[in-house]
């Protein structure tokens, strides 16, 4: 059976799950991701005769899925928060990006080496995949929809995370190509690598949403309100913006990833309490669900197919430790001295959902060099990733509720107050012409 209608067929499913699964398990003590990635092992386990591609030989099919995954992602989290910038705001994320993320990336690449006998390039490959947070599959422990005030510290800092770790991943993930192309010593490839995987293309990726996000609220807010824009039009603004932020900031070298994120968040900084932000952000929101429900239910499918085969007790305890021990460990000590209370903190540390975002590193990898053990690589991350989905899926809605019920009753009621949603393809009124 051609591959391509399988594919297909998974999307369709994906669709139509996707608007129909959020209202069924949303008092259910587990999340969406996990159902998923269920329905595609158990599709794929029968012998129906469907046959899915195997992700490790066709790469670029695997990077290409998961990069428009996650870009569509991370314009879906930036648009989302309310917070203003400022240091005191942002104080744990930082912490977070300068602490948990280097801490996390050194032991996995530590533990990689040591423990399951990966070479240095690998290993390195294997710490730069594994330690950011994913912007895919932490829904459940993400702030609300943008003007709805569901933004305390767990919920801001978490999603914040997610959106800006990109940018430290990356560079370490081209830190492992330059040691498997150049060698693992660092005099081969350190200057290079400082200078453009490190400087030039994060300041490219953030000035280039910066400037981009400052530009489609110009189009947005300025320009479109004189227009006369279809109702079916609206969302696409949002998809089309994700394509163009991503695509410029790329071709001039920079970041894709970190520039889509800060786009979308420049963005939701102009006319703030404008309504035409809850449609962008619906609009993201429903393609994000579908692709990812989609790209879930083909990774239960890989699972079927055995790429959970090379992975080996060392490679599983390494996982076990990461989502387990590491991230929890290094989260909480991060944020220490921030002013979050414990619980929070705990509850900041342990949240490192790992996901789709893992995948596309290591796919981005493969495409650009030839890594040691790379079989044995995708299987821990496959391990580390349903790891994540089922103890995060099954832990999020009790403990965020928990965490919610120690907050000031004023902040309760902000949780407790039902999402806004209006008909698909209405246009706020503030938008009409």
Known sequence: MDPYFTVLTMIGVASIGAA???????DKPFSFPIIYVLIGFVVFLFPLGLDLPDPLEHIEITKRLTELVVIVSLMGAGLKLDRNLGRNEWRSTMRLMAVTMPLTIALAALLGWWAVGLAPATAVLLGAALAPTDPVLASDVQVGPPGEGREDE???TLTAEAGLNDGLAFPFTNMAVAMAVAGSHPAHWIGE???VDVAYKILVGTVAGIIM????????????RESLLTRSADGF???GATFLVYGLTELIGGYGFLAVFVAAYTLRR????????TVLHRFTEEIERMLSAALLMIFGGALVGGLLGPLTWEGALV?????LVVRPLTGYLATSRTGVKRRERAAIGFFGIRGVGSFYYLAYAAYHAEFEGMQLTWAIASFVVVLSIVVHGITAGPIMQELDRHRPQTMRDQHEAPTR????GDVPRSMSP
Request: a positive charge; hydrophobic letters at 60%; glycine letters at 4%.
């Open 193 to 195: 690598w400082l200078a």
């Open 319 to 323: 996982g076990v430790l990461l989502v």
């Open 270 to 277: 102009q006319e703030q309490s404008h309504e035409y932000h």
């Open 421 to 424: 949603v209006s008909a698909a």
């Open 154 to 156: 767990t919920r801001f």
């Open 237 to 239: 603004v949002a998809l």
């Open 213 to 224: 996000g400052r530009f489609l609220a110009i189009v947005i807010f300025r320009w479109m």
């Open 20 to 26: 129909v699964l959020p209202r069924i398990i949303s």
